[in-house]
Nanobody, 115 residues
Framework: QVQLVESGGGLVKPGESLVLSCVASGLAFSGYTMAWYRQGPGQKREQVAL???????LFGDSVKARFTISRDNDRNVVYLQMNNLKPEDTGVYLC?????????WGQGTQVTVSS
């Protein structure tokens, strides 16, 4: 019954911005830590950003000062605001929810940054 559905991916030029959304259902959203991961072509999956239920955030080194993660606990949505996108940001972006020993994943949304 738990579902995480990402949206907002697409094709953008370097330097442009994009906002990803992840809508969660079937879980007590505010009690979960939410995170964005990505996997580029030929790359390992890496954590991009994380936000706890209390609003504390962490960012991967490669996206600091460019990306922002936020959440709306009334709408059960987590966002990833991506600014100044670079070709190396290209990949499948996946939404993750974690609480204790429970973990859920979305199916991902493709982001392609290319000139």
């Amino acid at each position: 019954q738990v579902q995480l559905v990402e949206s907002g991916g697409g094709l953008v030029k370097p330097g442009e911005s994009l906002v990803l959304s992840c809508v969660a259902s079937g879980l007590a959203f505010s009690g979960y830590t939410m995170a964005w991961y990505r996997q580029g072509p030929g790359q390992k999956r890496e954590q991009v950003a994380l936000i706890t239920g209390g609003g504390r955030t962490l960012f991967g080194d490669s996206v600091k000062a460019r990306f922002t993660i936020s959440r709306d606990n009334d709408r059960n949505v987590v966002y990833l605001q991506m600014n100044n996108l670079k070709p190396e940001d290209t990949g499948v972006y996946l939404c993750n929810a974690y609480r204790g020993h429970s973990e859920y994943w979305g199916q991902g949304t493709q982001v392609t940054v290319s000139s």
